[in-house]
């Protein structure tokens, strides 16, 4: 295939040799700084990480990290350098090998490992990123109604303290109707940790839904809005089922005084007409059941 391509590179032996060389140290070259863009660290904001670099097993002259220009940690042959350290770095016993501590967003970004072998005058350097994160707070939903019919809504989700910054991702069904108003994200000035929030409104013409919110891989729990309003709860109160009570007592009282006076009015018009009448009947009639009542 390279034959077909450029022929002529190999027809002329020293040209060839020169363009091995060439591919080998390119190579090399592209290998070392493969490699070092490679080297991919992730940390947690109040965590910790380890900082390995990639050393060969032979004496070294230095080894130290730097962030930018400025050193992190390290050693240079026979200098002390631990007065430059900082402090939330130590160096492991194996001088290849630091821990950084309780991590902040400011410690983010891209290190180098710089280093030299005894007798090499030569520093290599391994790049070395960093990259941070900080877990949001679950989301919380919270909900304004426009008016006491609960016809819309605003719907608020907030999520608290995380990093990167993440927007809010609202999870609503499709037939809800809603409208997203605005979304926010308010990055600490000191910690530089991100409080993530969104507002929607809902109308609330199609009921009741469930929905819910997340901010990075953080979700809210299910959430219901336009629930309809209760009937108004008029015969719950205490001091009405008194009243009612008390009322109901005095009906009651009324209606069996009433129903007394009607039974005697009854009871005398019986003898009424078993008098003006059906005396013979009615005195049989009383007889009867007299004679019942007796036996
Ligand atoms: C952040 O979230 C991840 C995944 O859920 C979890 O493993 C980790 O412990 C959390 N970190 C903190 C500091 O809570
Ligand atoms: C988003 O909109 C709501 C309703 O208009 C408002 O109350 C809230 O302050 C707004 N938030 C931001 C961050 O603008
Ligand atoms: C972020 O939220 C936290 C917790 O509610 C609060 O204390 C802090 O002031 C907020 N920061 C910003 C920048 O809004
Ligand atoms: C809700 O949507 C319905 C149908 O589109 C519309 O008639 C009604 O006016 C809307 N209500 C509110 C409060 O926006
Ligand atoms: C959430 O995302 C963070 C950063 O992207 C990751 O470290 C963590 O493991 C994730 N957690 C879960 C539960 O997937």
């Not at 391509?5 to 190999?10: A, D, L």
């Not at 950084?100 to 072998?117: A, D, I, K, P, T």
């Not at 426009?146 to 990167?164: F, I, K, M, Q, W």
């Not at 009854?266 to 004679?291: I, K, M, P, Y």
Request: hydrophobic fraction near 35%; aromatic fraction near 8%.
């Amino acid at each position: 295939m390279a034959s077909h391509c450029n022929p002529r590179y190999f027809l002329n032996p020293r040209l060839s040799l020169q363009l091995l060389a060439l591919v080998a140290s390119l190579t090399w070259h592209i290998l070392v700084t493969e490699s070092a863009a490679l080297i991919q660290l992730r940390g947690e904001v109040g965590g910790n990480v380890t900082f390995h670099c990639p050393i060969a097993n032979r004496e070294l002259k230095f080894l130290y990290l730097q962030k930018g220009k400025i050193f992190v940690n390290g050693y240079y042959e026979s200098k002390d350098t631990s007065h430059l350290a900082w402090k939330n770095t130590i160096m492991d016993h194996d001088k290849t090998t630091m821990h950084m501590y309780n991590l902040n967003v400011s410690h983010r970004g891209e290190y180098q490992c710089l280093f030299q072998y005894s007798g090499s005058s030569t520093t290599q350097k391994q790049v070395i990123h960093l990259s941070l994160t900080a877990n949001y707070s679950k989301p919380a939903l919270t909900v304004r109604y426009s008016d006491e019919n609960h016809r819309s809504c605003l719907v608020t989700c907030a999520s608290h303290c995380g990093y990167p910054g993440k927007t809010v991702m609202w999870n609503v069904p499709e037939s809800q109707m809603w409208t997203l108003l605005n979304s926010s994200e308010m990055s600490d000035p000191k910690t530089m940790k991100v409080n993530s929030s969104s507002t929607a409104y809902f109308n609330c013409s199609n009921g009741e839904t469930s929905i819910s919110c997340s901010v990075g891989n953080v979700s809210s729990d299910m959430f219901s809005v336009c629930a309809p309003i209760d009937p108004p709860p008029v015969l719950r109160s205490p001091v009405i089922e008194a009243i009612c009570a008390v009322v109901g007592s005095i009906v009651s009282v009324l209606l069996l005084w009433w129903r007394c006076k009607k039974g005697k009015r009854g009871a005398a018009a019986v003898t009424f007409r078993r008098v003006n009448g059906c005396e013979e009947e009615a005195t049989v009639h009383n007889e009867s059941n007299e004679g019942k009542e007796a036996s």
